[in-house]
Structure formats: C-alpha cells, structure tokens
C-alpha cells in the first residue's frame, strides 16, 4: 500500500529565511508526487508535481521539489519565505500507471514570524 | 475558468439527519474524487468515478454514506442518520488523466458540523 510520511507536524521559520518542508513516500513502482498547500478554511491548492523527468520540479509561489528515489524523498523548499505562506502543506503520492488514488500524508503547519 | 465548485460550504445538522452535497467538476474532467479530511489531518480517500462508473470505494465509506454520479457529470454524496463523527470538512476534486500524468484539483470543501 502507498503512504506518505511528513515528519514535521510544526515548522517555525522567520520571514526571509529560507525553507526546507520534508515528504517521504512508499510505493512499489515510479510514484506520482505532489505539494498542495491549504489556508485554513480552505481546499488544497496545487503547488507543484512531479511524474517523470528532471527531478526537479518548480511550481507556484517561488517553491520547488527534488525527488531523490534513493531516498524516497520529495522534499518541498523556498529560498526565501514571505509572511503570506504561512499555511498547512500536504504531499501526496499516487500511482503512475492508469488510475491509483492519491494518498496524503498528514501535513506540516507552517507558521512565520516577522 | 471554472474550477471544481462544492454546495453547500458549510452545513449544521443535528445527529440523525440526513445531508447531502453537491460537487461540479471541472468540466472536461472525467475523474471525480470525494476525500474526507478532519482537523490535524490530511484528506483521506472515500471513494472515486470515472464518468458515471464508480470504481473504487473506501472502506472508511459506511453503509450510511452514499455517492453518485449519474451522468458523468456532477456528483452528490449523501450521508444518512449522521453521526457526531461524520463532522469534518468533505472534498471534492477532479481530474483528466493523460500523457502528463493525473493532476487532481480540489475544490473549496463542504464543512459538515453534526450535533
């Protein structure tokens, strides 16, 4: 069965500073990974994927991804993080071939401090 | 452009009445996805159409729950005698598969408060 672990519950990182949001999946072929970012309140909005190629990936809002297979990672960064990101961050996984489901991990909360 | 649109936005039901909502996909798409998601946690899968077919249920969907999709367009998910722990915000998302892969997109969600 597929599954994704975020680690960090909680991240605290001051405006400016830069961000590193960790994702590590399990699934048994080439996965299908995703960032979605949710203010409260709110529905998910898509950040960024990754299905094949470089792996690295760029999306919305100045964030970017690496999947490393070696690692089973697919962690979420940001050189320089705005006051307007705070927000909760999910990744997900699915699966490459024809339809699986996506499964989320349980997100990370971010908050940022003047 | 329209994205996916979920009615109503919010709902307060008493325990043991039923509720139903509305999701509109965008509307090229032919995968519809309903999830669940409770506060501290990320969405969990309920279950999921490609045009009217439902494919895939969860075993998280109880007997009481219910969804349709009856011309591959719009969908609905019906919970009966609602209970205390069905409060929780319902998502609907889509999505049209291809060479690119299977992007879902979500929509705003249905907040269901049972007391």
């Known amino acids: 069965a597929q599954s994704v672990t975020q680690p960090d519950i909680h991240i605290t990182v001051s405006e400016g500073a830069s961000l590193e949001l960790r994702c590590n999946y399990s699934y048994g072929a080439t996965p299908y990974l995703f960032w979605y970012v949710q203010s409260p309140g709110q529905g998910l909005q898509l950040l960024l994927k990754?299905?094949?190629?470089?792996?690295l990936v760029q999306g919305i809002k100045g964030f970017e991804a690496e999947f490393k297979r070696s690692q089973s990672s697919f962690n979420l960064r940001k050189p320089s993080v705005h006051w307007s990101d705070a927000a909760e961050y999910f990744c997900a996984v699915g699966g490459s071939g024809g339809y699986q489901k996506v499964t989320f991990g349980t997100g990370t909360k971010l908050q940022v401090i003047p | 452009d329209t994205g996916v649109s979920q009615d109503p936005r919010h709902k307060i039901t008493k325990r043991g009445q039923n509720v139903t909502f509305r999701c509109d996909p965008i509307?090229?798409?032919?995968?519809l996805y309903w999830y669940r998601q409770t506060l501290g946690q990320g969405p969990e899968f309920l279950t999921y159409?490609?045009?009217?077919?439902?494919?895939?249920k969860s075993r998280l969907l109880s007997d009481r729950f219910s969804a349709e999709r009856p011309k591959g367009s719009f969908s609905t998910l019906e919970i009966q005698r609602t209970e205390q722990g069905d409060s929780a915000m319902y998502l609907c998302a889509s999505s049209l598969p291809g060479s690119g892969g299977n992007t879902i997109y979500f929509g705003e969600g249905s907040w269901l408060t049972v007391v």
């Open positions: 159409f490609q045009n009217e077919a439902q494919l895939e």
């Open positions: 990754y299905f094949s190629g470089d792996t």
């Open positions: 509307s090229e798409h032919n995968r």
